[in-house]
């Protein structure tokens, strides 16, 4: 049973009136995020837990860039059937780094089969899978993470009252569906499945950091994923940028500019509105993460100056990132980020 508390004039208490009334009362009040850090830290060791997912096939894919081992996973909580794609790469020991190259990618058939210029998640799994191939890693293709976790019947209507003047996150509030519902134990079993246990991970979302980080998984870099930006999807991905605080460049009247420093790390108050923690479902023991371990894993971030893999590439931290640098290396126009397109994409960060 939930049940909330309402002051004299109706309306919601706040915890700090909870707490003088169970203080006048002599009753004990708890947060949910203390709530939480109990159960971490004890009823992982009182209870057995079965795997949260369970190897179902394996085979091989040949791919443009190479052959795939394809392991095939069944998650024991929900039912779902996930992927796991594995590379040695070029070198054959890409995955004999103690922190291998991840991108946990969320299923999205619009982008990926029919190529909708309204995301960005085709170009990003095709270099992913590029990436992976050349230095090695692994990608994690989730099923059930359409359109943020409400399927694709929510998404289409989603898609509809965006176009009606509605934000990503608007829309799926007007649906009565959460902003985002995803989660990443599934996608932290698998890598522990496959003995991995540190990772340098693909992506532009700090939920994603802190989700894999709450579930086990040592992040060491969040290595950032910026491709497929278009004037389809210049809206959705700012809307991204401010909404829900991915670290992408700020917007301009051109498409996406990167060379403002500020956005390629976060503080404190975005890691407190991204906290999602007592929503987090591992289906393994975890343990209490501080919010000052993600941050400096956010601040510790590489943005990868290149063209194809293989290139002449430059690396380089978030202090080095000056106004200008970017465009100075290779433009940072709307052409310079179209992803994929040709060796053009100068400014691509994998």
């Known amino acids: 049973m939930i049940a909330e508390l309402v002051a004299d004039d109706g309306s919601m208490m706040r915890y700090p009136q909870v707490a003088a009334m169970g203080s ?10 203390e709530l939480v850090n109990y159960r971490r830290i004890h009823d992982a060791d009182r209870w057995s837990v079965a795997p949260r ?31 796991a794609l594995v590379s040695t790469g070029m070198s054959g020991n890409g995955l004999d780094q103690r ?63 965006q176009d009606q003047g509605l934000d990503i996150v608007e829309a799926n509030l007007e649906l009565d569906e959460p902003v985002d519902g995803r989660e990443y134990g599934t996608a932290a079993a698998i890598l522990a499945d496959l003995g991995i246990d540190q990772a ?21 870099q969040r290595v950032p994923l910026i491709v497929g930006v ?10 991204k940028r401010q909404r829900l605080g991915h670290l ?42 501080r919010s000052e371990e993600v941050e400096g894993v956010l601040e510790r971030d590489s943005v990868l100056v290149a063209g194809h893999p293989g290139d002449d590439e430059k690396r380089t931290s978030n202090a080095d990132l000056e106004p200008g640098r970017l465009a100075a290396a290779g433009g ?8 994929l397109d040709g060796d053009e994409s100068v400014a691509r960060t994998q």
């Open 99 to 161: 922190a291998p190259l991840v991108r946990v990618h969320s299923e999205c058939l619009t982008g990926e089969a029919f190529s909708s210029q309204r995301c960005e998640c085709g170009p990003q799994l095709d270099a992913a899978i590029e990436r992976i191939s050349y230095d090695g890693g692994v990608v994690v293709y989730l099923h059930g993470h359409e359109g943020r976790g409400i399927g694709l019947l929510k998404k289409l209507a989603a898609y509809r009252l």
């Open 200 to 220: 340098r991970v693909m992506t532009n979302n700090p939920d994603k950091v802190r989700g894999l980080t709450d579930c086990g998984i040592e992040i060491t």
């Open 248 to 289: 992408l460049g700020t917007t301009s009247g051109s498409g996406f500019d990167l060379t403002q420093t500020g956005d390629f790390s976060v503080g404190s108050r975005e890691l407190t509105a991204l906290d999602l923690a007592g929503h987090r479902r591992c289906g393994r023991q975890t343990h209490a993460v």
């Open 332 to 339: 940072s126009d709307l052409d310079g980020l179209r992803g």
């Open 230 to 239: 278009m004037p389809a999807n210049v809206r959705y991905l700012d809307a």
């Open 24 to 33: 006048r009362m002599g009753l004990p009040v708890l947060t949910i995020e």
């Open 53 to 83: 997912v369970r190897r179902a096939a394996e085979t091989v894919l040949p791919t443009p860039t190479g052959e795939l081992r394809a392991i095939g996973y069944r998650d024991t909580e929900t039912g779902a059937e996930h992927i």
